[in-house]
Nanobody
Framework: QVQLVESGGGLVQPGGSLRLSCAASGNIVSIYTMAWYRQAPGKQRELVAS???????IYTDSVKGRFIISRDDAKKTTILRMNSLKPEDTAVYYCNVDRIKLEVGIAFDFWGQGTQVTVSS
């Protein structure tokens, strides 16, 4: 069974920084694309950033230059460093993995439980 566990959310003032972490556990051989999504109240869930198995990254326009996504394949983790945070970054942030190679085959589309990020003075 695969689990994704996020940590690092919280309350921060505008202009501040937070670091989100997502750790995958289970009988995992390798992970393809790891991503962070967010969902603000009353809005659809949106992709924030993703990083594939070759460390190629994609960012939504609103976070370019402020957020950095990285991964550590040995630890099966992804990190989202968020700088210069704005009130509009307030949302629940979810970790996602699209494909995982397990010892017994390939499994698809795993989500973490979500972590709240609130940017407010």
């Amino acid at each position: 069974q695969v689990q994704l566990v996020e940590s690092g959310g919280g309350l921060v003032q505008p202009g501040g920084s937070l670091r989100l972490s997502c750790a995958a556990s289970g009988n995992i051989v390798s992970i393809y694309t790891m991503a962070w999504y967010r969902q603000a109240p009353g809005k659809q869930r949106e992709l924030v950033a993703s990083i594939d198995s070759n460390s190629r990254t994609i960012y939504t326009d609103s976070v370019k230059g402020r957020f950095i996504i990285s991964r550590d394949d040995a630890k099966k983790t992804t990190i989202l460093r968020m700088n210069s945070l704005k009130p509009e970054d307030t949302a629940v942030y979810y970790c996602n993995v699209d494909r995982i190679k397990l010892e017994v085959g390939i499994a698809f589309d795993f989500w973490g439980q979500g972590t709240q990020v609130t940017v407010s003075s």
